[in-house]
């Protein structure tokens, strides 16, 4: 594809599993904006911070270009040949559960469903997992358990048509920003809509909510066990729902009620009123949906969790109609798509099951495959212990990275490093995964790849290219297509687009289902080019009829889809006139769109609205009809238990988990300047009684130390966290950071259903690091700055910020800020020492431009970081504004916007207090004075903080 023209691309945004549209326009320099879809289902136009900053990470800089075999560049015949011949002596030496493919929730569908194909149809072993184990595992485990299929009942329309919504485990507001503004807009329009939050934070998202359970690490199904022992005992049942369509509800109720209130209360960390008051909201609530997420899954009894939530929705036959349900929110942009595909160890294609020989029958004739998988391969915990043992010697690693997102990460690293053959494939040079690769594939990225996503309401979309494939870079779906050719596999693997792909998938969920399967999206299996690139967005099931495929366009609406064709998916605007555009979604308040906040215009879902299987509608089991032998959702048994981890050597809980702005490994979000103002360090939350206990001060430098390693991070010290616990994110790398990757402090625990890991449940110390002195620089190249102990590196406008700590004395500071800067022998250099109190500031100028600047102290430094970070794309003529650099803070009329609260418009702490002073005494009010919040609406919760804490210091 050439970019010889303006062009605008409706496709879809590559991060969480919301699924929101993105029109991406690429002019004809190759500049590139994009904007929300005001047209999609998914988002309506609105666009999180990470959503509207996409433009910033499809440069160049740092990608993988060329294949690479040990370490030099080498051709795409030499490097596939390699792969395809080594692979292939390893299964015929070892057999084929010697090989394995780890995969991604970032691939596509057609990149998931042809790297399933091969291994588990024509390698014959299921020794293919994905990053989802980490993500949803739990939630398909518990799926299946209760409806015999990995079904999501709901639609996002019932987050707006429910009288109460419980969010479980979901910081939404940071997590699933768009759908936590949908949640948003209805509540404004409907205030008596209750919203409950379970977590042991108190997150922004608890800004949103009615009542805030802080519960206790895993208390999660004591509290819902003990929610469906209460509606036992206040017959809040829908007993003909549980006499006709379920089995096993008496022997759920009796597990359930091994623990009176008293019990449930000790178990789950709250107080018996707080249990009360929710009980009885719940119970009197017909149209309430659960919302859960990572705090539900990534534990050693995700599954349970999952059930628990499930039983007490069967119990009162809130599933499937609108405004009620269970709903598993997603944490990728396909975890859902991986899962349709089988990309899991223990699925196959389509929903079918590994250990149903039926199944494999039917899966291994449509593929003509010579030799199915018979059992199922190894989940990605024990992959990697494999690896380890020597029981795996080659690995394929696609789009992920697991040296930092697996648990007992160290472990992890040292096991690809000893495996005799690694390959991976990415679309950067270096990673702390590639690092260790034998063999490196440069696949596509974001607005170059296309195919297809599913979010998490079972809404299959386009993710269109809209840039050049740059270098010899390809993707991934080819990528394997052409080792599984090499091996000998030709003529099943000789897709020439994604289409064909896509097509030969939505065939397989058909073949031979006749409404026996949920996923069904039969009626695409004859999708032409053409129709394929016009694809708009639709939800499954969509079972072919009984007639030929419909011409593209014209297959059947369903509610939950658009009433009205989507425009064309490519737009040609180079000769619209120019408008003024804001840098993001120019959305305050309502939804685009949208009326009253609500459902989409022209529509209101129907109450009588049933989802049966081959049925049209988007809800499922309303009227039962699951996908068990007898039809019949199970009720799982659970009895609620306590594990306690800590000891005296590990006292405190550690939970991960993500911040607002940044996204998993950061190999994305690391790139852009305006992802990384918000939180630019790794760090960890302590709650302040802890804090004292420890001896622990606010912006320390501390110690995080388990069983498994250490990390350094620096220390937040609030009310937020619960006592006694500990919250820290994910993201930091070797790349970002001396010392921040979190996850090898969380162990290789995992759940014994789902094989999910609990990554929020980790015994741990923390302990303040004593460091001899702290820094922070701003330079214009990327700076290394290996004498520090603890650094954090960031991208800033311009240049890089870095946070910095050591733990030696006698630093040569002027030697130190020489070799950090990269300066020429004729920079000027302005510096200030007081060796007495610690205190060294050092700028570099080249001309008129900063080159870097340095600020040391004895303890936390304190200068005006944003500010300082401005200074590396100003000019700097006069020596009076070069001081000012040098004492850290803005002169005359320079303005410090303090941290930055609002990524979307810049919008920092000091202009919202500033503006609050000024009268401004709601978010409102801030939005319209400075913009703030008016885009995503994440950081409102931090605007509300600010104008109390400004309301405040008025009344004293």
């Known amino acids: 594809m050439e970019i010889d023209e303006a062009r605008e691309v409706r496709t879809t945004c590559p991060y969480c599993g919301v699924g929101c549209g993105v029109l991406a326009k690429a002019a004809a320099g190759g500049q590139v904006s994009v904007r929300g879809d005001p047209d999609h289902p998914a988002n309506f136009g609105r666009l999180c911070s990470k959503g509207s900053a996409l433009a910033e990470t499809i440069d160049l800089d740092g990608r993988l270009l060329h294949p690479e075999v040990h370490g030099r560049r080498a051709g795409w015949d030499e490097a596939l040949d390699l792969v395809a011949s080594t692979f292939s002596q390893t299964i015929a030496e070892h057999g084929p559960d010697s090989v394995a493919f780890y995969v991604s929730g970032q691939l596509l569908t057609e990149d998931y469903y042809v790297a399933n194909k091969l291994m588990k149809g024509f390698v014959g072993s299921a020794n293919i997992d994905t990053n989802s184990r980490l993500c949803m595992a739990s939630s398909v485990a518990g799926h299946r358990r209760a409806f015999g299929s990995d079904t999501v009942p709901g639609t996002y329309d019932d987050l707006e048509l429910a009288d109460l919504i419980v969010l479980v485990g979901s910081n939404l507001a940071w997590c699933h920003p768009v759908l936590y503004q949908r949640i948003a807009a ?253 063999v490196r594939l440069p696949a596509a990225a974001w607005g170059e790849k296309d195919g297809t996503v599913t979010n998490s309401e079972r809404r299959v979309l386009r993710q269109r290219a809209f840039l050049d494939l740059p270098g010899e870079v390809l993707p991934d779906w080819r990528i394997v297509a052409e080792v599984g050719k090499r091996m000998g596999f030709g003529e099943a693997f000789s897709y020439a687009t994604p289409g064909e792909v896509f097509a030969e998938h939505a065939a397989l969920s058909g073949f031979e289902n006749d409404g026996a399967r949920d996923f069904d999206i039969g009626a695409y299996a004859g999708i032409d080019a053409e129709a394929y690139e016009a694809l708009e967005p639709f939800q499954w099931p969509a079972p072919s009829p009984a007639t030929p495929l419909w011409p593209a366009g014209h297959l059947p609406r369903k509610e939950g889809d658009p009433t009205a064709s989507l425009p064309s998916p490519i737009a040609n605007v180079a000769g619209m006139a120019a408008t003024p555009e804001p840098p993001i979604s120019p959305l305050a308040g309502e939804m685009a769109g949208r009326p009253e906040g609500g459902v989409q215009a022209g529509r209101q879902p129907e109450e009588s609205a049933q989802v049966g299987r081959g049925s049209f509608t988007t809800r499922f089991f309303a009227n039962g009809d699951f996908y068990t032998p007898d039809r019949k959702a199970c009720f799982i048994a659970i009895r609620p238990t306590t594990e306690v981890r800590t000891s005296p050597d590990y006292p405190l809980i550690l939970n991960t988990g993500r911040i607002r702005d940044h996204w998993h490994t950061m190999t994305r979000t690391g790139k852009s300047p305006r992802l990384s103002q918000h939180i630019a360090e790794p760090f960890v939350e302590i709650h302040p009684v802890d804090a004292q206990r420890f001896g622990i001060g606010d912006a320390d430098i501390v110690r995080i130390s388990s069983s498994r390693g250490d990390v350094l991070v620096r220390a937040l010290v609030t009310a937020r966290q619960r006592q006694g616990s500990l919250f820290a994110p994910m993201h930091w790398t070797d790349q970002f950071s001396a010392k921040g990757r979190l996850d090898t402090l969380t162990a290789p625990l995992t759940d014994p259903i789902s094989g999910q890991p609990a990554l929020k449940h980790v015994a741990a110390r923390i302990e303040k690091f004593a460091a001899k002195a702290f820094g922070f620089a701003v330079t214009r190249r990327r700076p290394e700055p290996d004498t520090a102990t603890y650094w954090a590196v960031a991208k800033c406008k311009g240049g890089w910020r870095v946070e910095l700590a050591f733990g030696d004395d006698g630093i040569d500071w002027a030697g130190f800020a020489g070799s950090l800067f990269g300066t020429s022998p004729g920079a000027e250099i302005l510096a200030y020492h007081d060796r007495d109190a610690g205190q060294h500031r050092i700028a570099a100028f080249d001309g008129d431009q900063l080159s870097g600047a340095l600020f040391v102290a004895s303890g936390p430094v304190a200068v005006s970081r944003g500010w300082a970070a401005e200074q590396l794309s100003a000019d700097h003529v006069d020596r009076r504004g070069r001081l000012a650099i040098v004492a850290g803070r803005p002169g005359g009329i320079d303005v410090d916007r303090g941290a930055i609260v609002c990524s979307c418009f810049g919008v920092g702490a000091n202009q919202i207090a500033e503006a609050v002073r000024g009268g401004c005494g709601s978010v409102a009010a801030i939005g319209a004075a400075l913009h703030a919040g008016t885009n995503c609406g994440s950081c409102r919760a931090e605007i509300r903080v600010i104008i109390d804490a400004q309301s405040l210091q008025a009344a004293e």
């Open 186 to 438: 209805a509540r404004e329009k409907r205030p008596e809509m209750k919203i409950v939050l379970v977590d042991p934070r108190r997150t922004m998202t608890a800004d949103i909510a009615d009542m805030h359970l802080a519960i206790a690490p895993d208390g999660d199904v004591a509290l819902f066990t003990g929610l469906l022992a209460y509606l036992g005992q206040h017959n809040v049942l829908d007993r003909a729902y549980i006499t006709t369509h379920t089995t096993g509800f008496g022997q759920a109720l009796f597990a359930a009620s091994a623990l009176d209130l008293s019990g449930v209360a000790v178990a789950s960390g709250l107080s018996e009123d707080e249990l009360g008051r929710f009980y009885s909201l719940f119970s009197a609530t017909a149209k309430t949906v659960t919302v859960y997420s990572q705090g539900v899954n990534q534990s050693s009894s995700g599954t349970d969790k999952v059930n628990a939530i499930i039983n007490c929705h069967l119990a009162t036959g809130r599933i499937g109609k609108p405004g009620a349900g269970p709903f598993s929110v997603t944490g990728q942009p396909n975890a859902m798509g991986g899962r349709e595909v089988g990309g899991m160890a223990n699925m196959l294609a389509a929903h079918m099951e590994i250990e149903n020989p039926d199944h494999r029958d039917r899966v291994q004739r449509f593929w003509k495959a010579p030799d199915i998988a018979q059992k199922s391969g190894l989940k990605a915990v024990e992959m990697f212990q494999a690896l380890a043992d020597g029981r795996i010697k080659a690995l394929w690693i696609m789009a992920t990275n697991p040296v930092d997102s697996m648990p007992d990460a160290d472990a992890v690293e040292a096991a690809i490093k000893a495996c005799p053959f690694v390959v991976v494939s990415d679309v950067l040079a270096q990673t702390d995964t590639v690092r260790h690769a034998h």
